[in-house]
């Protein structure tokens, strides 16, 4: 089984709003990503958890804000969010073998996001 | 720094035609290779990927791909596409990152498919 759960589907906030969106995965995946994806362009990432520490932040605004509160669940916490914030938002999760070596990230269904 | 290059934007094919769609990367050291599907609205699908070994690597929904160290390529083939092929393909190559990995995707290729 390879699957990871993202909720909602679909959310829909004003910019003065606070929601979470939200990563499930039961495959005992080690790492877990957040990825943004604009319209017709390829996804970008923006966070890495590797064993629930936070390893890769790719610049992103302080307006999100990831939490991992366990192996399985990964969150991204929205906050004071622009229009252009809008896009498809991607969970992934890979195994993060200790031995380093590259590993394969599998994704899920995505949160389309739209900020009025 | 790695990069990949999908050269082709969109791609239109009739329904039971052969298909391959290129993927070409740059990468310092042993490359380690994916092909995604996505379709409209939804999320990444593995395809297939090369780590080591046997060049020519089969995966899902019939599709297999050949790396070719000599020509910096993975390109995607399936001989003959169903309707339902029709979405965004993503090639991407990865490299370690800390205990996790980072991707870096091919800006994709639309298959359209023609019945």
């Known amino acids: 089984d390879t699957e990871v759960t993202q909720t909602p589907k679909h959310l829909v906030m004003g910019m003065t709003n606070k929601k979470s969106l939200k990563c499930e995965q039961h495959?005992?995946?080690?790492?877990m990503y957040w990825y943004k994806q604009k319209a017709k362009k390829p996804p970008e990432l923006m966070f890495v958890y590797s064993y629930e520490k936070l390893s890769i932040n790719e610049s992103v605004p302080s307006r999100f804000s990831p939490e991992c509160p366990n192996s399985s669940l990964l969150n991204l916490h929205l906050h004071a969010l622009q229009p252009e914030d809008s896009a498809l938002y991607l969970c992934?999760?890979?195994?993060?073998?200790?031995?380093?070596?590259?590993?394969?990230?599998?994704f899920g269904p995505g949160t389309r996001l739209t900020v009025l | 720094a790695q990069s990949v290059t999908q050269p082709d934007i969109h791609i239109t094919v009739s329904e039971g035609a052969s298909l391959e769609l290129r993927c070409n990367y740059s990468?310092?050291?042993?490359?380690?290779l994916f092909w995604y599907v996505q379709s409209p609205g939804q999320g990444l699908q593995l395809l297939l990927k090369?780590?080591?070994?046997?060049?020519l690597v089969q995966g899902i929904k019939g599709f297999e791909a050949e790396f070719k160290r000599s020509q910096s390529s993975f390109n995607l083939r399936k001989p003959s596409v169903h309707w339902s092929d029709a979405a965004e393909y993503f090639c991407?190559?990865?490299?370690?990152?800390?205990?996790?990995?980072?991707?870096?995707f091919g800006t994709g290729t639309r298959l359209q498919v023609t019945l």
């Open positions: 990468y310092g050291a042993t490359p380690y």
């Open positions: 991407a190559v990865a490299k370690t990152a800390g205990t996790a990995s980072k991707l870096t």
């Open positions: 992934a999760s890979s195994q993060s073998p200790p031995s380093l070596s590259v590993d394969t990230q599998y």
């Open positions: 495959m005992g995946h080690r790492a």
């Open positions: 090369y780590f080591s070994g046997d060049t």
